[in-house]
């Protein structure tokens, strides 16, 4: 944590020669409750996927593994669901491969977006006229459509969790490249910017040392936007039918339940599990997101 | 700003809507289905329908809607009416026309996705900057953490658990559909108030969904700001922290939010074909989503267009209100 | 703070002209329920040249205004949930493409003959009688003297003549196939009788295309009224057109159909049936894909906001009837809770391309698919599972009965679980076990994608899936808009998909695996017969059998022999019988037809053409 650029790099001496940096850092996680909050879901959502994936089969995660429609129980804590497969186990596994296709689509369109949102920005001209237009033309064209043609394409015994995250990633970064390319651009008129181009600082030195540090937390946001996007883009597929409907993916699973009616039969733990799941995955990385957005601007941390 | 500047907007707005028209009108046509087979193949799922010849069939209405000439020839063909404004039929539900379609649905999610949209920014940012705000209580700090949070959750499955236990279990409002069951759309009082306690639930599920989104990006934008050495001089000055919160803090942070807002428009589409299916409304996610379902690429086009045209304009014109917003950015450099 | 306000009124400025024009709600002008007359008389040609222009003028947005409905009492109102296909104003059965009795139109057209399956009886309707000759090579069609079109005008041969006509001549309508193949010519003898000649004994033509039941069969139209159209395939008919069924169209949009049963119904005053007691019929549109979101549906019969709607999954309609004892469906609240209906559903297999042109192959995915299970599971141990291509009603049950069929079963155990079996016939049809346990011949493991439809399948398909995966298939699910089209085309993989064909003998279904629908891979391959199966033995067997009447003992030992090839052939691989697990609420109206009640004697569907019986049966609740 403690290696987060901070804006004004004098500000860093004073706070860092006081006791050690530990006992520094847990008294700032105590002060930022979100950042905390969200470190601890997510220390234990990879706890609980560590220990899960060591101590339970990933087969009982798919159909015909368990005895089916069971309630949570001694046997299976999360219940089973309609096709027997033991909550718990889809849990551990499902968490994990949403997870994943969350933040290889999320984090490869986040990078793509913020390195053409610069470039865009930072340098106008054609380049911008390109980056710019290039994004808003494919930006109101809605993603889903354009995932549904490619994923209807594919053979479905080519459809796995790696292919939907590249078919999510395809048409990820138009936003992030958008909304990174008006922030630099409001930043580039800022006075610092303005004074360190008059001290010569060259441009790879700005965007390094004076730019990219302030757009840390839009970053940051970004990036659990995309996340998000990822995350449910690969649900929505799932709904029309396309993507690896087999795997517990935590979407997958949700959805499955609500084809069969689960709140209307009373088998309430087969969505609500998986719904904590997603709350928790997303949720975790919204709160970082806050409290990063305080770690990061110095003023705040001081007025706490 | 001169007319110059808007000029040059306004052509590259056209530019924009000519380039998404291709670029949709080439993405479905790279599957090989056929909407008018699709049609049949319903009929025939359906209803044990099995006509003589179903290829000849197809065959000739491919050729009455020009689907048998050549791609570029049917491109030019399209792109001309669509300078005429003419976006064709529905091939699905012919004689239907695309227009109406889109006519017929819009009220309906118009109502639902732009007022949801409407509501969930303004509550999102004015919650989010709240939160950023250090005078902030902390009570409003959890309500919007709870809002974060709660963005994780499908809307779809908000929708099922807001109908479950609010409209059945309670009884407190209707579980589907757009206006009761056996009436008939009337210019009336009671009939505007069926169809507002049907928009409550689904437009619920949408607020519910999208507010932490909103919550997250603003509190994000408010805390940085609260670092620039404007509003510490505001401070100094000895402004009240309500005028600083007011004129400093919520007008720069709302800036990029508001370029968020047009993207957001966009994407909201996607949550509303789904929760439009959930609770039954016939709106443009709807027609949209059985327009995918069959393949049915001028019904596409349209609806895609129609967004398109909307979202863009929207972009544009937030583009020349930046300097409005932030003096320091000119356009006509 | 003042630059903020002028934005946010621009935006929001913005939003309203984006809505502008657009933003008039369809159903307020009353005009617009008309069919403009001018758009029927156009020509085809016409239309070709100018398809947008011709349709703004045809079409039709809603149908029906609040001031011009009567007011009906809920309790006179019968409310059921369906999902709509055809266009808004869309009336006339020829009309192509866009028809289906499905959408309430089985209320408006009648037959000339229904049969009650569950009484197993005909009922004689607009015909009087329909009497074959000794040979079946001719059939005498009698009308109803009473039978009258809705506009006063009556139901005469010149109608029957023009029916039977245009489905012989137009190649756009349902049964042209079949008339093509058996029908000669059709004659008025006099305004009542109509003789149609055969070109071979044709002794089923009569129940397969003239008798309304289930979802086939011919409805017969009006010739004074589509003779004067010039493109009848192209004219909508709108809520106009004369027609001879109980109920009329008064308003009609995007979310419902309302109709209201017409006084002068000319069955009533036949002395056929007595006033029905439904004065409203209510369809409303659930929307979407058949059989997607039915949680809200069930919660709407619970709640008596309607009265039935399309059949629900086994464990819904079980908590349905806990939750509201009014409630009740084909078999009350026993399981299974629906009616066996005639669409038995196989994983289906394209045997022309590999590797399901091996018999092997397809035995070995027989024998990985095991039965007991899926009841167990998917149907909560209610006997689901089946290894017919037809449902068991009375007249197939008797046919299964016989000796040589219950000797072909001992023999093939079409019903068998066993893995190691399956891997053994993999293995001598070439194929080993790859190190992620599938089998794989030439580096290409078995493609077992399960083409399907989420609404519909999304229970048994996934259960399917895993048991052919722990057989070593490379199963996955295709729940994609394209399975039909996959099925249709004859794409890679296993379909799940039901036969419609047999109620009363097994030829329709043995039919479909006949040798002349296998032909042309990566076209249509026509309703329903996706294995393109081609064997000339089996052929020769279907072809003795088509002329030959059911209770012929010939008929009778061929069929025998047809359905051993389809089990020793494993042509196809059977998995369930489809069972329609309808709720009738009994709120408002009693007398559903199930089997402790007879009713009309039909099944209880009411998008079937046989649901007018089912509607005009109803009785009002005390």
């Known amino acids: 944590m403690a290696n987060i650029s901070l804006p004004q790099p004098q500000a860093q001496a004073p706070v860092f020669s006081q006791p050690g940096r530990l006992t520094l850092l847990f008294r700032y996680l105590r002060r930022n409750m979100s950042l905390t909050i969200g470190l601890l879901i997510m220390l234990f959502l990879i706890v609980f996927t560590i220990v899960g994936m060591l101590t339970i089969e990933s087969e009982n995660a798919y159909a015909l593994a368990v005895s089916s429609k069971q309630p949570p129980s001694a046997e299976f804590p999360l219940g089973t669901d309609f096709f027997g497969r033991d909550m718990l186990a889809v849990m551990v596994y499902g968490t994990w491969q949403t997870a994943l296709i969350g933040i290889i689509a999320g984090g490869a369109g986040t990078l793509v977006g913020v390195l053409l949102g610069f470039i865009s920005a930072y340098f106008g001209g054609i380049i911008d006229a390109a980056i710019k237009g290039i994004s808003q033309i494919l930006m109101p064209i809605p993603v889903f459509l354009i995932q549904i043609v490619i994923a209807g394409s594919l053979d479905k015994r080519d459809v796995t969790i790696y292919t939907m995250a590249f078919i999510v990633l395809i048409l990820a970064w138009m936003g992030p490249t958008l909304v990174m390319r008006s922030q630099v651009l409001s930043m580039k008129e800022r006075p610092y910017v303005a004074v360190a181009k008059l001290s010569g600082v060259g441009d790879i030195g700005i965007i390094f040392t004076e730019i990219l540090p302030n757009l840390l937390p839009f970053i940051v946001a970004q990036f659990v936007t995309q996340v998000f996007a990822a995350v449910f883009a690969s649900f929505y597929l799932a709904i029309v039918g396309l993507g690896p409907l087999r795997e517990p993916l935590l979407g997958n699973i949700i959805w499955a339940a609500m084809g069969q009616g689960a709140f209307f039969n009373g088998w309430w733990w087969w969505p609500v599990f998986p719904a904590v799941g997603l709350a928790l995955i997303l949720g975790s990385l919204a709160l970082i997101n806050m409290g990063l957005d305080e770690l990061s601007n110095p003023r705040v941390r001081r007025s706490e | 700003m001169s007319l110059w500047v808007i000029g040059r907007r306004i052509l590259f707005l056209l530019m924009v809507i000519w380039a998404a028209a291709t670029i949709t009108f080439f993405i479905p046509r790279l599957s090989s289905r056929n909407p008018i087979r699709e049609r049949f193949a319903t009929l025939a799922r359906t209803g044990g329908f099995s006509p003589g010849d179903l290829e000849t069939i197809v065959a000739s209405y491919n050729q009455k809607f020009g689907l048998d000439k050549p791609l570029w020839q049917q491109y030019v063909d399209y792109m001309s009416s669509l300078a005429r404004f003419d976006l064709g039929v529905s091939l699905n539900l012919f004689p239907k026309t695309v227009v109406e379609l889109i006519v017929e649905a819009l009220p309906w999610s118009i109502g639902l996705l732009i007022v949801t949209t409407i509501l969930s920014f303004i509550i999102g940012n004015i919650l989010g900057a709240l939160a950023a705000w250090p005078q902030a209580p902390n009570w409003l700090r959890t309500i919007s953490t709870s809002f974060v949070l709660l963005q994780g959750v499908p809307p779809v499955l908000l929708g099922v658990l807001l109908i479950f236990f609010i409209a059945f279990r309670a009884n407190l409002l209707p579980i589907s559909g757009s206006y009761s069951i056996g009436s008939v759309p009337e210019w009336s009082f009671a009939f505007a108030i069926d169809v507002l306690r049907h928009q409550i639930l689904p437009a619920l599920a949408l607020i519910f969904g999208t507010v932490g989104g909103w919550v997250l990006s603003m509190r994000g934008m408010g805390i940085t700001i609260q670092g620039e050495d404007y509003v510490l001089f505001a401070e100094h000055k000895g402004l009240s922290s309500r005028t600083i919160f007011r004129d400093y803090y919520l007008r720069n942070a709302l800036l990029p939010q508001v370029t968020g807002f047009a993207l957001a428009l966009g994407n909201v589409v996607t949550s509303a074909i789904i929760v439009e299916q959930i609770f039954g409304l016939p709106g443009l996610g709807n027609v949209l989503a059985q327009a995918i379902r069959v393949n049915d690429f001028l019904v596409i086009y349209g609806i895609v267009l129609f967004i398109t045209i909307a979202i863009a304009t929207l972009m544009v014109l937030v583009e020349l209100l930046y300097p409005l917003l932030d003096p320091r950015i000119r356009l006509d450099q | ?622």
């Not at chain 3, 019968?78 to 709509?84: D, F, I, T």
């Not at chain 3, 086939?216 to 192209?234: F, S």
């Not at chain 3, 059911?550 to 089990?567: C, G, T, V």
């Not at chain 3, 079937?608 to 089912?614: E, N």
């Open chain 3, 1 to 622: 703070m003042k630059k903020f306000k002028i934005l946010s009124a621009f935006v929001i400025l913005l939003l309203l002209l984006s809505a502008c024009g657009t933003d008039t709600p369809p159903a307020e002008d009353p005009q617009q329920g008309e069919v403009a007359p001018e758009a029927e008389e156009e020509t085809a040609e016409e239309m070709a040249e100018e398809p947008a222009e011709e349709a703004e003028e045809e079409v039709i947005e809603s149908i029906g205004s609040a001031e011009d409905l009567a007011d009906i009492a809920r309790e006179d109102t019968l409310v059921m949930g369906w999902s709509h296909a055809t266009p808004i104003g869309t009336t006339n059965p020829w009309a192509v493409p866009g028809y289906t009795h499905q959408d309430a139109g089985a209320f408006m057209w009648e037959g000339l003959s229904y049969f009650r399956i569950f009484a197993d009886e005909e009922a004689p309707w607009l015909a009087e009688s329909m009497e074959y000759n000794d040979d079946f090579t001719e059939l005498t069609i009698t009308l109803r003297p009473e039978a009258k079109w809705s506009d006063g005008t009556p139901v005469t041969s010149r109608d029957v003549v023009f029916t039977l006509e245009g489905q012989l001549n137009r190649d756009t309508l349902a049964y042209h196939a079949a008339f093509v193949q058996f029908v000669d010519s059709i004659e008025a003898v006099d305004d009542l009788t109509t003789v149609v000649t055969f070109n071979q004994p044709a002794p089923r033509f009569k129940f397969e295309v003239l008798t309304l039941k289930f979802d086939t069969g011919i409805n017969i139209v009006p010739a004074h009224v589509l003779e004067e159209q010039e493109d009848i395939a192209g004219f909508a008919g709108g809520i106009e057109m004369p027609h001879s069924g109980p109920y009329s169209v008064v308003a009609w949009d995007n979310t419902q159909k309302i109709l209201d049963l017409r006084e002068d119904w000319w069955a009533v005053e036949a002395g056929l049936i007595d006033t029905p007691d439904v004065k409203r019929i209510v369809m409303v549109n659930l929307g979407g894909q058949v059989g997607a979101n039915m949680e809200a549906v069930a919660q709407r019969i619970v709640n008596n906001e309607m009265d039935t709607a399309l059949d629900f999954r086994q464990d819904i309609i079980q908590s349905i009837i806990e939750q509201n004892p009014a409630v009740t469906s084909h078999t009350g609240d026993q399981p299974p809770f629906g009616y066996l209906d005639w669409w038995p559903n196989s994983l289906w297999m394209n045997t022309l391309v590999p590797p399901y042109d091996d018999a092997r192959v397809r035995r070995a995915v027989s024998l990985a698919v095991d039965r007991d299970t899926i009841d167990e599971i998917v149907y909560s141990g209610a006997q689901v599972t089946t290894i017919y291509p037809f449902p068991l009603y009375p007249g197939l049950e008797n046919f299964v009965a016989r000796e040589d069929v219950q000797a072909s079963i001992e023999t093939h155990d079409p019903r068998r679980f066993n893995l190691e079996e399956s891997a053994a016939l993999m293995e001598e049809a070439g194929y080993t076990m790859n190190g992620s346990g599938l089998w794989e011949k030439d580096g290409e493991t078995v493609n077992a994608t399960i083409h399907g439809f989420p609404g519909i399948h999304g229970d048994i398909v996934p259960v399917l899936e895993q048991m052919l995966l722990n057989a070593g298939f490379d199963a996955t699910i295709n729940f994609g808009d394209d399975s039909f089209q996959q099925m249709a085309d004859g794409a890679p993989g296993l379909y799940m998909f039901g036969h419609g064909a047999s109620l009363v003998d097994p030829y329709a279904a043995l039919e479909l695996f006949h040798g002349r629908f296998s032909e042309s891979i990566g076209t249509t391959a026509g309703n329903n017969r996706f294995s393109r199966y081609s064997n000339p033995d089996y052929d020769a067997i279907l072809d003795e059998m088509a002329p030959l009447d059911a209770n012929d003992p010939r008929f009778q030992e061929l069929a025998a022999q047809a359905i051993d090839i389809y089990w020793s052939e494993q042509i196809d691989v059977p998995v369930i019988q489809w069972l329609h697990r309808i709720a009738y609420n009994q709120t408002y109206w009693t007398n559903w037809p199930t089997a402790d009640n007879l009713g009309p004697g039909v099944n209880g569907a009411f998008w079937a053409h046989t649901g007018m019986l089912v509607v005009t049966g109803l009785e009002k609740a005390e």
